[in-house]
């Protein structure tokens, strides 16, 4: 349950690996959707992960975007809204939506 902490950081309250910032990463076997889906109040559901945009840490070690070198900046560290976009590609692309949930 814990072991996602050895290489990866967060940035913005989402999981990414480190160094690559992706949301999953097959170089190192790192997969957070499951936690950044539950963290954004969203099921876990198989679907294409997130990718972080070009940031670095800043001197605390905390990464910021390079574009407004913001820690939380809601442009380029917009997750719930990438999740969201993911999920639904996810969802058209044939995956059942089970649980029976009428947004629509
Ligand atoms: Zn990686
Ligand atoms: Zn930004």
């Known amino acids: 349950m814990s072991d996602t902490t050895a290489t990866s ?5 989402a999981l990414f690996c480190q160094p690559h910032l ?6 190192c076997s790192f997969d957070g959707r499951e936690e950044n889906d539950a963290f954004f109040g ?3 559901i198989d679907r294409e992960g997130i990718e972080a945009p070009s940031a670095s840490p800043n001197k605390d070690g905390v990464y910021q975007c390079k574009k407004h ?3 939380t900046c809601s442009q380029c560290f917009g997750w719930k809204k990438q999740i969201t976009r993911s999920r ?4 058209k ?3 059942k939506a089970g649980g029976g949930s009428n947004l629509y």
């Open 93 to 95: 692309a044939g995956k």
């Open 69 to 71: 070198s913001s820690t």
């Open 9 to 13: 950081v967060e940035i913005n309250d």
């Open 88 to 91: 639904t590609a996810a969802k």
């Open 42 to 44: 969203f099921d876990p």
């Open 22 to 27: 992706k949301e999953i990463c097959e170089d």
